[in-house]
């Protein structure tokens, strides 16, 4: 297992590799970038969609703008050096885990990091927390009682939950519980209140699940169906094998051969995702989500990036997270052991 384990660290270093360089070659040819950004800032246009990227390609946003304040520009962002100077000069940051500092928050892109995860860890876990407390026992009650009224009724739910994206049900909410047409009994926007600094331990804690509600509810009723479905499907395998008819022929009763037996083996697939799920819980994040109940997370951070230019941000996050992802991927194999002993890696 351990060798298995050393080739699959070895093949993180050619893959995060070669994710971080086709997306620098990538954005050397993207329009807009941060320069033309800043240029078009000073001349009071939109740089976007104009010909030229980072590279330093000829671009209509230097018009009019003194050559010796462009070159200055240039070497701010560090644009006056070749394509692969930069490159160079990323990969060995990186390397220190030094992700660079963003052009246009002028903060460190660990710090913009930080200060966005609390949004992000809110909607993320709250969402992978109810999803599983609630998917995972309904997924039991329905292969249980499968074919009844309850089965049926309970698959019509979640599947129709499962069919209304998030965004128009977080619109929904905020209409009927926002203060749209209905009543306000939720707040509109942010994690926090802003006399949240001022309230007791008690308090704070019934503000910040007051403000969280409704996000979380947007973001989990679509994921419903997938865990509960799998659920059932799973033990519902189970349950007509070999092994079942034999401990009921031994007399057991229903309830020890479904908590005892069933329910072991049928949730192998489901808990050898879990790694992947809660990590992800941390770095997930919904754009739309955030947009609509104005929370400052990593997906509003990362959509900004891409549309402001924001290189070091962009390429910063995604040396982290595709990281985590690998490392994510191999602790996820490796619960195959953990959870089934008969899995070899040898």
Same mark, same amino acid.
């Given at each position: 297992m351990w060798s298995y384990i050393f080739k699959r660290l070895l093949l993180m270093i050619p893959t995060l590799l070669g994710v971080l360089t086709i997306t620098f070659i990538v954005i050397q040819f993207v329009p807009g970038g941060p320069v033309e950004q800043l240029v078009a800032q000073m001349q009071g246009r939109n740089a976007i969609g104009e010909s030229g990227g980072a590279s330093g390609a000829t671009y209509r946003g230097r018009q009019g703008v003194d050559a010796k304040r462009l070159q200055e520009i240039r070497a701010l962002y560090g644009f006056d050096k070749p394509a692969r100077v930069r490159y160079v000069q990323m990969m060995k940051r990186f390397m220190r885990f030094d992700l660079g500092e963003s052009f246009?928050?002028?903060?460190?892109?660990?710090?913009?990091?930080?200060? #966005?995860?609390?949004?992000?860890?809110? /909607?993320?876990?709250?969402?992978?927390?109810?999803?599983? %407390?609630?998917?995972v026992p309904l997924g039991i009650a329905k292969a249980v009682r499968a074919g009844s009224r309850f089965d049926t009724t309970s698959t019509f739910i979640v599947l129709l939950g499962h069919a209304i994206p998030p965004f128009v049900m977080g619109v929904l909410l905020l209409v009927l519980f926002g203060g749209g047409s209905f009543v306000q009994w939720f707040p509109l926007r942010g994690l926090t209140s802003s006399n949240w600094e001022t309230l007791s331990l008690?308090? #704070?804690?019934?503000?910040?699940?007051?403000?969280? +509600? /409704?996000?979380?509810?947007? !973001?989990?009723?679509?994921?419903?169906?997938?865990?509960? !479905? !799998?659920? #059932?499907?799973?033990? /519902?395998?189970?349950?007509? #094998?070999?092994?079942?008819? +034999?401990?009921?022929?031994?007399? %057991?009763?229903?309830?020890?051969?479904?908590?005892?037996?069933?329910?072991?083996?049928?949730?192998?697939p489901i808990m050898t995702g879990f790694p992947a799920a809660f990590i992800g819980a941390f770095f997930s994040g919904s754009l739309l989500i955030e947009t609509l109940f104005s929370l400052q997370g990593l997906g509003l951070l990362s959509y900004e990036s891409v549309i402001r230019r924001d290189y070091p941000v962009v390429l910063g996050s995604l040396f982290l997270f595709t990281l985590i992802g690998l490392i994510t991927t191999l602790i996820r194999d490796l619960s195959y052991l953990w959870v089934d002993p008969r899995v070899k890696y040898d």
């Open positions: 246009f928050y002028n903060k460190p892109v660990w710090q913009l990091i930080r200060e #966005k995860l609390p949004v992000s860890i809110s /909607l993320g876990l709250w969402s992978f927390l109810l999803t599983y %407390l609630i998917s008690g308090a #704070k804690i019934v503000d910040y699940l007051w403000h969280i +509600t /409704l996000p979380v509810i947007s !973001m989990v009723l679509g994921s419903f169906a997938i865990i509960t !479905m !799998m659920t #059932k499907n799973s033990v /519902l395998e189970e349950i007509h #094998k070999q092994y079942v008819l +034999t401990a009921r022929a031994k007399g %057991l009763d229903e309830q020890s051969v479904l908590w005892r037996h069933v329910f072991r083996n049928a949730l192998i």
